[in-house]
């Protein structure tokens, strides 16, 4: 009640200055300007004065010109003590100060974390102790292979370690190859029940932790061969060596360098050194190019302490140093990080693979071709992804783009919607993503965004937030092509072409997609209710469910329009309603999907799709800073239809959803019913 009342005492003071207890429209129009700076909102002087009209409509019928001060007390100071449910102030008690009943024995508490984990994770952990139940497999394989070999004798254990970790290593260069086969992964998804039994949506943190595998095997097999086998080799009496002539020839090897030199010494290391450039800036911080050196704190002032004036000199050259140097190496990690260094650096393991089948061809110990297998490993994974790229490439260029519509929204909102045709014989589903490509911005790299569009719309659509290098770029290429706004508007700039006029006008940008392939959201239709949630640019795949979830209901209802009646996929459809929570910062960001938003809001005529924008940059509902601009969105959703935050016919919520309750009444609102839990977006 005293921040609220310092709240009210702040407004009032700076409103009313005339102290006449009166409020008159342009204080009125203050009034909301202030709210709108404090909950960091935008909103252009007509609007205000719009908004302010209608505050007066409400709160003085009988046209004095005036509202008196009690109003706005009531508007301020009782409106958030309405407003806060006994639920709320239950819930608040229990998490403050009552401490939740828990199970007292530590056995049946242990076996109820267990049961849920496994009941979550039973997927990645069968295949996961498959993986490593193979790599050991393999390792103690090859090691008690060499344990009876000829070269034991010289090399001891050292030579076992070295080739159990090169099996290891072997198998997992030909495995990491097939998580990243997009086509192959999509397809296992969409035409067989393997999605059951294996985690195909984890296919990328496979691929990481396989590379982890590599890893091991390369430092075991690489540190065992330099630092332990070579040495003893050098190292042996003549005796001894006789048994390794029939490898390393009748002269015994002179020193160190001949093993280096040679074939498989050479390309060994190259290899490494690739790895290891690709392995490091494949990281996370180096990838999303995060890595930057905390800045240093200015040095304060000496002059009060009683050092010594050289020394405080040399404390200050020291600091400005450490400064710059600071300065440099964040300049070089901003310059040489991001997703376009991991990008080309990754490639890098294509000229890894031709090294790794020189280097298994010329070994040391084995000279009979059946047994040198490392080739054997490669062939089918190596063929598979082969294939993947040449399909990519062939279905991009032959598939092409005939269309393009791009609208390009201004700051803060930095978001690109692309509307592009449909190539011949290009069929997806709600919740898949693609590939684009533009030559213009990169020849060679593409970047996955999720579908917008529904898989019944005449064209698909991706909307891009321009969050890194190539996306900024990108939309700077299709601003070139927009027509230049009017000085001092913030409007959306749209331009159309089609391929003919890319060809001719060089400076249109082309566009290439490739796809579409699977997701986790594309499952939706296993579930009779959903909730989908999107966390900013992360509503993109919920778009498309909704749309598609819309479209289907119709099918099922024999639509006229649609000319579907109750045949065809849409009697398997089994979803029959969906809660769609989108959250955002920014009020800018609610412009992405506006026209979307209305257009499902028009289309659900049933009413199946629940719709919650939430806007966390506005203080939430029962703080006396918002007050006024919740009862101003009340006012003009109730006489106009649109709500005053995201202006669309979806009225925004303000601040975070409390998902306690979220979850609560969508149990007790769909009992008996299997309900599906889809979140895009940042993992806090």
């Known amino acids: ?39 960091k909102l935008t909103m252009v002087p007509r609007q205000c004065e719009e908004y302010a009209r209608l505050i007066m409509e409400a709160l003085d019928p009988d046209k004095l010109g005036y509202i008196e001060l009690y109003n706005l007390k009531m508007l301020l100071l009782e409106a958030p003590s309405e407003s806060t449910t006994n639920s709320h102030k239950l819930s608040k008690l229990l998490s403050q100060r009552l401490r939740p009943t828990t199970d007292p024995s530590p056995v049946r508490r242990w076996y109820k974390r267990a049961k849920c984990s496994l009941e979550d994770n039973w997927r990645r952990c069968w295949v996961m102790l498959l993986w490593l139940s193979i790599c050991v497999g393999l390792f103690a394989w090859k090691f008690m292979q060499y344990r009876h070999h000829a070269v034991f004798g010289v090399m001891g254990y050292c030579v076992c370690v070295a080739k159990g970790g090169a099996e290891t290593l072997k198998f997992n260069m030909a495995l990491t190859l097939l998580p990243v086969c997009r086509n192959t992964i999509t397809w296992l998804r969409s035409h067989t029940t393997a999605g059951r039994i294996v985690p195909f949506n984890d296919n990328l943190k496979f691929h990481m932790a396989i590379a982890v595998g590599i890893t091991v095997g390369a430092g075991l097999h690489v540190i065992s061969h330099l630092a332990c086998d070579f040495p003893r080799l050098l190292h042996a009496m003549d005796d001894e060596y006789e048994p390794m002539k029939p490898f390393f020839g009748d002269a015994k090897p002179p020193n160190y360098w001949w093993f280096v030199r040679g074939t498989e010494g050479w390309t060994g290391l190259v290899m490494m050194a690739l790895m290891a450039v690709a392995f490091t800036f494949a990281t996370a911080p180096l990838r999303k190019g995060k890595l930057r050196l905390p800045k240093l704190k200015k040095l304060e002032s000496l002059d009060s302490n009683h050092e010594p004036r050289e020394l405080t000199r040399f404390a200050r050259l020291v600091n400005a140093s450490c400064s ?27 000229a890894v693979y031709a090294l790794l089948i020189v280097h298994g061809h010329f070994l040391y110990l084995n000279k009979k071709w059946q047994k040198k297998s490392t080739w054997m490993y490669l062939a089918v994974p190596m063929t598979v992804y082969a294939c993947e790229r040449l399909t990519r490439t062939l279905r991009s260029s032959v598939r092409s783009v005939k269309k393009v519509r791009v609208a390009v929204h201004p700051h803060p909102a930095t978001l690109l919607s692309l509307h592009l045709s449909k190539p011949q014989g290009f069929r997806y589903k709600s919740g898949q993503y693609i590939y684009v490509k533009c030559p213009d911005v990169s020849p060679f790299q593409w970047h996955p965004f999720s579908i917008t569009s529904a898989p019944g719309d005449d064209y698909v659509s991706v909307h891009i937030k321009t969050l890194g290098d190539w996306t900024n770029q990108l939309r700077n290429a299709f601003l ?112 992405w999907f506006r026209g979307v938003m209305d257009e499902v809001a028009e289309a659900d005529e049933k009413r199946i799709i629940e719709l919650h924008n939430h806007c966390t940059s506005v203080y939430q509902k029962g703080d006396a800073r918002s007050a006024l601009i919740a009862m101003l969105q009340s006012l003009h959703y109730a006489k106009n239809g649109v709500d005053v935050v995201s202006g669309s016919r979806v009225m925004s919520h303000f601040g975070r959803p409390d998902w306690a309750q979220v979850y609560q009444r969508i149990a007790d609102e769909n009992k008996q019913k299997r309900v599906g839990v889809f979140y895009c977006g940042e993992p806090v």
């Open 1 to 39: 009640q005293q921040v609220t009342n310092h709240d009210y005492d702040y407004v009032t003071n700076r409103v009313d200055k005339n102290d006449d207890g009166r409020i008159s429209e342009d204080e009125v129009k203050q009034i909301i300007t202030l709210s709108v700076s404090a909950n």
């Open 324 to 350: 710059r140097l600071t300065w440099l190496v964040n300049a070089l990690l901003n310059r040489f990080t991001g997703y376009n260094v991991f990008w080309y650096t990754h490639h890098l393991l294509l």
């Open 480 to 591: 070139k092509v927009c027509p230049t706004p009017t000085e001092g508007t913030t409007e959306i700039l749209r331009a159309e072409y089609n391929r003919d006029n890319a060809v001719s006008n060089p400076s249109l940008p082309k566009v290439l997609i490739d796809g579409p392939y699977g997701a986790p959201a594309q499952d939706y239709k296993e579930y009779d209710i959903v909730l989908l949630v999107g966390l900013g640019i992360g509503a993109t795949p919920m778009i498309s469910i909704i749309k598609d979830i819309i479209t289907n209901a119709r099918r099922l209802d024999g639509d006229v329009e649609s000319g579907n009646g109750n045949g065809g996929g849409a009697s398997l459809f089994r979803t029959c309603r969906a809660y769609f929570y989108w959250v955002t910062r920014e009020q800018g960001s609610l412009e």
